[in-house]
C-alpha cells in the first residue's frame, strides 16, 4: 500500500441556502481502504458522498481522486461509483440492460464485450438468473446488487455506499451486507454511509463520525465504538442504544 | 331520410376524410416536435428571456380560441408580408395550438420520472442530453402517450374548425354538399359518424401502445 490516498478531500463547504450542511472537511482514503460514517441524520453524511461523486457542487475546497481533482475534466472517464439507498435502477431496462447500457452509451462498448462483463458481474452479485428480468420483478435485497454491479461495471477505483439498506428490512439488508463483505474481500476503496453499526464495525478499517457538518472524530471501529473520546459520539451512542 | 345522397357523394366524404386525417397526422406530428422541445426545455434552468418566451406561447395559445388563431394566420399575417396557402396555415395553426397544451404534458411527464433517476444516470457518465435521451425520455414517455394520445383525438375533432379557411376537409365537404342538397340531417349525422370512427380507432390504437409500452412494468 502506498502513503499516497486514492481519494483526497481538503477544506470542503457546503451549504443549502445558508444552512452549512458541510464545514471544513478532511479527509483522505487510502487504497483499500474501507470506511464507515455514522452519525445522526442531517449530519451531512450524505451530503458528502453526494459531493464527491459531483451530484452536489461544492462552495469551497478540494477533492481529488488519484492526485487529481474531480473537476478537471481531462479524464471524464468515471472512477467513482455510487450506490443509492433508493437502488435507482432505470426500470425499463432489464437487469442485465442496467448493466450493460451504460457501459455502450457511455464506455462506448459494444454489445457483446458489455454483456459479457455484465454477466460476470451478475455471477458476482449471485443474480445470473435474473438476468433477463424487470427491476420490479426483484426484491429489494436484489435490487441493490444489481445496482451495486452497475456501479462496477464501469470500474469504479472507489464505491461509495450511500445508506444501502437503509430501504431494505432486515433479512434482506444481510445479501448486500455479503456482496458488500464480497467487494471488500477483492480489495475494492469504499466508503459506507450507514445506519448499521454493527456492519460498520465488523467491515471497516475506520469510522468516521459526523454531527453538523463535520468530522466530530475518527478512528479504528474499537477506539470509536469502545472508547469514543468525543462528548457528542458517545451521547449519539446513548440515543440509538446500541451496545457494545 | 334520402341516405342516397350519401352514397351519391361517398367518393368526396372518403376523400375528404382522408385530407382530415392527413391534416391531423402531419400537425400532430409537428405538434409533437415542438412540445418535446418546449417542455424539455422548460424543465431545465434556462435565461430568463428563453423561459418568459416560452411562458408567453404556452399560455397565448392555451388562452386564446383555435378558431381566432386560424383566422389570424391566414387572413392577419399577410398584413405583415407573410402568407401562407391555407394548407399550410392550417398545419401550423392547429401544430401550435396543440403543442401548447402537449408541452405541458411533455414537462409534466419529465417531472414524474423520479430525480434518482437522473442522479444515478449522471453518476455512471452520462451527460445531459444522454441521460434525457436514454433514461428520462423512455420513462416520460409512457407516461405522457395516453394523455397525447388525448391530445390526437382533440386535433383530429378541432381540425373541422379549418373548413373555414376553404380547405375542403371532412366539414367543408359536408357543409358543400348540404348547400347542394340541404339534408342536414343525413349529411351531419354522416360526418358524425366518420368522424366517430377515426376518434374510435386512435383509442384503440392508443390501448395497443400503452399495452406496448407497458410491458417492462407489469408482470
Known sequence: MTNIPILKIIGLNKSFNGFKALQEIELDVYNKEI???IGPSGSGKSTLLRCICKLEPIDSGRIFLNGNSIYDDN????????VFQQ???????????????????????????AREIGLNLLIKVKLEDKKDNF???LSGGQMQR??????LAMSPNIMLFDEPTSALDPELSGEVFQTIRD???????????????????EISDRILFMDQGTIIEEGSPEKIFNKPEMERTLCFFKRIHFKK | MKFGIIADNWLFLLSAALLTIKITAVSFILALVIAFIVGTLRCEKLPGVVEKILSVY?????????????????????????????????????ALNSAAYMSEIVRA?????????????????????????????????????????????????????????????????????????????????????????????VSLISKKIEKRINKAYVC
Open chain 1, 35 to 37: 470506511i464507515s460514517i
Open chain 1, 75 to 82: 479524464g471524464s472517464e468515471k472512477k467513482i461509483g455510487m
Open chain 1, 87 to 113: 437502488f435507482n435502477l432505470f426500470p425499463h431496462y432489464t437487469v442485465l440492460e442496467n448493466i450493460i447500457k451504460p457501459l455502450m452509451t457511455v464506455g462506448k462498448l459494444n454489445k457483446n464485450s
Open chain 1, 135 to 137: 427491476p420490479h420483478q
Open chain 1, 146 to 151: 444489481v445496482a451495486i454491479a452497475r456501479a
Open chain 1, 183 to 201: 467487494l471488500a474481500r477483492d480489495g475494492m476503496t469504499m466508503i459506507i454511509v450507514t445506519h448499521e453499526m454493527s456492519f460498520a464495525r
Open chain 2, 58 to 94: 404556452v399560455e397565448v395559445f392555451r388562452g386564446t380560441p383555435l378558431l381566432i388563431q386560424l383566422f389570424f394566420i391566414y387572413y392577419g399575417l399577410p398584413s405583415i408580408g407573410l402568407s401562407i396557402p391555407g394548407f399550410w396555415a392550417a398545419i401550423i395553426g392547429l
Open chain 2, 109 to 201: 411527464s419529465i417531472n414524474s420520472v423520479p430525480v434518482g433517476q437522473k442522479d444515478a444516470s449522471f453518476v455512471l457518465g452520462y451527460n445531459r442530453f444522454q441521460s434525457l435521451v436514454h433514461i428520462i425520455y423512455p420513462q416520460a414517455v409512457r407516461v405522457a402517450v395516453p394523455t397525447l394520445m388525448n391530445s390526437f383525438s382533440t386535433l383530429l375533432k378541432e381540425s373541422s374548425l379549418v373548413s373555414i379557411l376553404a380547405i375542403t376537409e371532412l366539414t367543408r365537404i359536408g357543409n358543400l354538399i348540404y348547400t347542394r342538397t340541404y339534408r342536414a340531417f343525413e349529411i351531419y349525422l354522416t360526418l358524425g359518424v366518420i368522424y366517430f370512427i377515426m376518434t374510435y380507432a
